[in-house]
């Protein structure tokens, strides 16, 4: 049986489901809009700009709230999939006309002009154009957003389980070991001494370990990596 991929979207709806209610969220939009003013700018720029609008002038009643997600949740996906919700400003691919439509017909609907928009997608779509999952939002204020428009194909099935070890380094142990303990079966019996015991079972293991946490540690500090928490929404690649 084939695996199905992920769609990004239905994943972080799974998330908001867990925590949030329809009520709930309209109630605390519905505080952050009575406050809100915007200024016009075009489409385009707006998207290219940096911006520091950190919410917009909303119609409450016109919201989808199966649209509408908190930055934890959002921070939640990201995490769990080693992606980036970045300024549309700093995204490398394309955005689809389909994407501008939706933003235009916002703009007449709610008689305003969006800005301060994010894409969560992975981390290379900031960097070259791809055709995974990106994901276009635009703030709401309070840390909730609009996801306005998805495109793309969905992430690889198995995503979530291969960024895992990179949540942390609790992960990163884990996974280590377990890789070490499997190519320690690998190893066939009486390759280093005639009689095969126990105790060199785990000499060997302890060996595995230690070679495969350094080539670990000698590939994170040298390309810079860090963990999926302290990556998820910061611009530098290095991060």
């Not at 009643?61 to 930055?71: A, G, N, Q, V």
């Not at 490398?92 to 389909?98: F, S």
């Not at 320690?184 to 302890?206: C, D, Q, R």
Request: proline share 3%.
């Amino acid at each position: 049986m084939f695996l199905q991929k992920t769609n990004i979207e239905r994943e972080l709806s799974r998330v908001k489901s867990k925590n949030s209610t329809s009520e709930f969220i309209l109630n605390q939009v519905h505080q952050i809009l009575e406050k809100h003013i915007t200024e016009k700018t075009s489409v385009n720029e707006r998207l290219k700009k940096k911006s520091i609008v950190q919410s917009n002038g909303f119609d409450i009643d016109l919201l989808e709230t199966s649209r509408i997600f908190h930055i934890d949740q959002i921070k939640t996906i990201c995490t769990d999939y080693r992606l980036r919700f970045l300024d549309t400003r700093l995204f490398k691919g394309q955005i689809p006309k389909t994407a501008i439509s939706k933003i235009e017909n916002l703009d007449k609907e709610h008689n305003l002009e969006l800005e301060g928009f994010k894409i969560m997608a992975p981390s290379k779509l900031f960097k070259l154009e791809d055709k995974d999952d990106p994901l276009l939002f635009a703030p709401i204020g309070n840390g909730y957003y609009y996801l306005i428009h998805k495109w793309g194909n969905d992430l690889h099935p198995l995503r979530k389980a291969l960024v895992w070890p990179f949540k942390g380094m609790i992960n990163l142990t884990i996974t280590t070991l377990v890789i070490s303990y499997l190519i320690t079966l690998l190893v066939p019996n009486g390759l280093f001494s005639k009689s095969y015991s126990g105790a060199e079972f785990w000499v060997i293991f302890f060996f595995m370990f230690k070679s495969i946490a350094a080539v670990v540690i000698f590939y994170g500090f040298a390309l810079g990596k860090n963990f999926n928490p302290a990556i998820w929404n910061s611009k530098y690649f290095n991060a």
